[in-house]
């Protein structure tokens, strides 16, 4: 039998400075009657659509063009890669209420309003509804995608052997200035900020269960001293690790999943 063609996804890690722990990030965890790692935890994010691939949508965007989106090439998985970038902003804004725009002038919406809020809280039932794509909705108010506080961390594909795969692009990002990610109900049961060391440690207990992206991810985040550090090492634009199928390239040698640290050769963002 032929493998499942994997359909192109993104996802965003949030992250902020932890009170315990130099790095927190934000999981969710997937409803159980879910197809897809039902009961998981994992991060915001989906699959691919195609208004996130329309001119007018891409000609929405701040801080990343077609041409920046990937330091290596222009397009992923056959697309132009800067659709991934969208999707995670939409995907975020479903999962979360987290919205990533800015006004004309490069300014971060200000949710602070009653009204405002009231009325973004519409536009994220309307796109889990069907009834709209974002970038209309952002036009309407003078709007623009802001993928300023993206960072590329990671791309996973789905084993062969799956009956659902996608090829998904995680990035990493700060919550917009005045906003806070919250629980939404229609896709997860749980959403909270645990320090990521943490959350791998409770994975390999068998506390949380999670697939790949988010277990590499957690264990990779948790060697970081600072948030800062961790922005200066995705200031490339590249990915710092992969899987495909059952295998994982990481880029950067003696690096210790188990604990989170590394046994020798300090990475390159290190003084």
């Keep these: 039998m032929m493998p499942v063609q994997p359909k192109p996804a993104a996802s965003v890690v949030?992250?902020?400075?932890?009170?315990?722990?130099?790095?927190?990030?934000?999981?969710?965890?997937?409803?159980?009657?879910?197809?897809?790692?039902?009961?998981?935890?994992?991060?915001?994010?989906?699959?691919?659509d195609e208004a996130d691939l329309a001119p007018d949508a891409l000609a929405r965007c701040r801080g990343i063009t077609p041409q920046t989106a990937d330091a290596g090439s222009s397009t992923w998985d056959g697309l132009p890669a800067i659709a991934f970038w969208m999707t995670a902003v939409r995907e975020l804004f479903e999962e979360t209420g987290v919205l990533?725009?800015?006004?004309?002038?490069?300014?971060?919406?200000?949710?602070?309003?009653?009204?405002?809020?009231?009325?973004?809280?519409?536009?994220?039932?309307?796109?889990?509804?069907?009834?709209?794509?974002?970038?209309?909705?952002?036009?309407?108010?003078?709007?623009?995608?802001?993928?300023?506080?993206?960072?590329?961390?990671?791309?996973?594909?789905?084993?062969?052997?799956?009956?659902?795969?996608?090829?998904?692009?995680?990035?990493?990002?700060?919550?917009?200035?005045?906003?806070?990610?919250?629980?939404?109900?229609?896709?997860?049961?749980?959403?909270?900020?645990?320090g990521a060391g943490e959350g791998y440690r409770r994975f390999q207990a068998g506390e949380l269960a999670m697939a790949e992206p988010a277990e590499y991810a957690l264990g990779y985040l948790a060697q970081f001293d600072a948030c800062e550090t961790l922005w200066q090492a995705h200031a490339d634009g590249r990915h710092k690790f992969h899987g495909i199928v059952d295998?994982?390239?990481?880029y950067g040698e003696g690096y210790d999943w188990a604990t989170g640290t590394w046994r020798f050769n300090k990475p390159p963002w290190h003084p």
């Design 247 to 250: 295998r994982i390239e990481f």
């Design 100 to 194: 990533m725009a800015c006004d004309s002038a490069g300014a971060p919406i200000d949710l602070s309003s009653a009204a405002v809020a009231a009325q973004v809280e519409g536009w994220r039932r309307a796109l889990v509804e069907k009834k709209s794509a974002l970038t209309p909705l952002l036009a309407g108010a003078g709007w623009f995608y802001d993928l300023r506080l993206l960072r590329y961390l990671s791309h996973f594909i789905t084993p062969a052997a799956s009956p659902i795969r996608f090829t998904a692009r995680f990035f990493l990002a700060p919550v917009p200035p005045g906003q806070a990610p919250r629980l939404i109900l229609e896709e997860t049961s749980e959403g909270f900020w645990i």
């Design 14 to 48: 949030l992250v902020r400075v932890g009170s315990e722990e130099a790095v927190e990030v934000y999981l969710i965890r997937r409803n159980r009657g879910m197809r897809f790692l039902g009961g998981f935890y994992a991060f915001p994010g989906g699959k691919v």
